[in-house]
């Protein structure tokens, strides 16, 4: 599910930023700009993004109202004193929160965020060499950087760090998301806990910022034992590519998730980024029926809608026979049909290509556990749960954008432009700032609050 965005996700070292959120980036454009020296000062560049921007967003008032020449002119004045890149991305994106146009943003190698979105493609071609990083994710509030998320079995979380710890310095030095960790060296970083200050050592690794997270989401899986029921945990960092897919895949389908009580699923943090071809997918492991799906429509600037999925559609993502009628319970097949041989041809089919419907994903007890840090894909797989009533919420409500999105590259390599170009329709309902309120309200023990709930219910079954 992509981002001035209201959120901005800083990866260990690696997240930091400001509330930026990238629900949905499409596929990817090359932006054919000159590889100028002094990139942030040329008009050039900055009439291409804002013809870009003007083109594809998703909102025609936005453009009626703000893209004016005097507002062209202004930025114009504006980015004559910028003194680096990151002074001509401020600007921009000044302009962009200002106006309050959701998942649009301009990326410089010098935030984290750019590093993620450039990383998850890198099955084919590279687009950025990975980066040194602990495993955090951060929010920015003010000049201090705050740990909101930590990676099962990186090296922030190995080294005791935890939630709500403000960064201070990293060797002796002021905190920085990109520069403050490199070559694998022992760090020393300095965090404020409380009113305490402490200090950890502790070993960056090198990694593709997207691999990371798809790692610590397998890293994340885990057994919880409470008396004698048995319940399954997992943090699903990110949505993104098929990757995403195949991890939780193999994640749901695990020996150890076998006879399990129920599942809690940790939508919280990490990347939702809105690749709607996905969308089936995603629903299966979770729903026994088709008949649960709720269509989903994108709407561009000139209300053109464009349908993405439908209960009855056909859709086959990862190969030929994932999530066809083959591997639906409620299939039927002519008894005519019905030979022998064909019965033993079904038989196998099914056993090579619909794992995910034998796990008890799709029946058994399901709490998702959210916060204003579920955005995008994540955050509409939440919807979705929460209408088909399949699921029980907990945590606090989501930041409710709903917007898909387009990344723009630069042949210079260092900085890229995100475009919010389409609004999504969850069935009839336009999803715009409509946040998902959980069942029950908790910021704090969240996942024993999910066992206890599991526990519960599950015992009024018996």
């Known amino acids: 599910m992509l981002m001035g965005f209201t959120m901005k996700f800083f990866f260990g070292l690696v997240f930091s930023t400001i509330l930026l959120l ?16 002094k990139v942030y000062r040329s008009a050039h560049t900055l009439k291409q993004v804002w013809r870009i921007v003007k083109t594809n967003v998703y909102d025609a008032s936005i453009i009626r109202t703000f893209f004016t020449q005097g507002s062209y002119h202004h930025l114009q004045n504006e980015i004559k004193k910028a003194k680096s890149l990151a002074d001509f991305a401020r600007v921009v994106n000044t302009f962009f929160d200002g106006i309050s146009v959701l998942g649009t943003s301009f990326l410089t190698n010098e935030d984290p965020l750019f590093y ?16 040194w990083h602990i495993g955090m994710i951060t929010k920015r509030k003010g000049s201090q950087h705050i740990i909101s998320g930590l990676l099962e079995g990186y090296p922030g979380m190995k080294a005791g760090l935890q939630r709500g710890d403000i960064l201070l310095q990293v060797n002796g030095k002021p905190f920085h998301p990109i520069t403050s ?22 070993r960056p690794v090198r990694e593709w910022l997207h691999n990371s997270l ?39 389908s695990h020996g150890k998730l076998s006879g399990i009580d129920g599942l809690i699923v940790d939508l919280r943090g990490g990347f939702g980024d809105f ?60 008894p005519f049909l019905l030979t022998p041989k064909l019965l033993a041809q079904i038989k196998e089919l099914k056993k090579r290509y619909c794992n995910i419907h034998r796990f008890r994903g799709s029946r058994t007890p399901l709490v998702l556990l959210i916060n204003k840090e579920t955005q995008g894909f994540k955050e509409l797989l939440a919807l979705q749960l929460k209408v088909a009533h399949r699921a029980f919420l907990i945590g606090e409500a989501t930041a409710g954008v709903w917007i898909k999105q387009q990344v723009y590259l630069a042949k210079a390599r260092r900085f890229s432009l995100v475009v919010g170009t389409h609004k999504v329709l969850f069935s009839s309902l336009l999803l715009r700032m409509a946040r998902v309120t959980p069942h029950l309200v908790q910021k704090k023990s969240i996942v024993q609050r999910g066992v206890r709930f599991l526990l519960k219910q599950t015992s009024q079954k018996r």
């Open 22 to 37: 990238l629900p949905g980036v499409g596929s990817s454009s090359i932006w054919a700009l000159p590889a100028q020296r």
């Open 275 to 334: 690749q709607y071809m996905y969308w089936h997918s995603y629903l299966a492991f979770f729903l026994q029926h088709r008949k649960n799906y709720v269509p989903l429509f994108l709407v561009d600037q000139l209300k053109r809608k464009k349908k993405v999925i439908s209960p009855s559609s056909l859709f086959k993502p990862i190969d030929n026979h994932e999530h066809s009628p083959l591997c639906d319970k409620d299939t039927y097949y002519p």
């Open 181 to 202: 960790f490199c070559c694998g060296s022992l760090v020393r970083v300095k965090v404020q806990r409380r009113q305490t200050n402490m200090v950890v050592f502790l």
């Open 214 to 252: 798809l790692q610590a989401q397998y890293n994340s899986l885990k057994i919880i034992q409470s008396g004698q029921k048995k319940f399954g945990y997992i943090h699903v960092w990110t949505t993104t590519g098929v990757q995403a897919v195949q991890t939780l895949k193999r994640l749901m």
């Open 116 to 131: 993620l979105v450039h990383s998850y493609g890198i099955s084919s071609r590279p687009y950025v060499n990975p980066i």
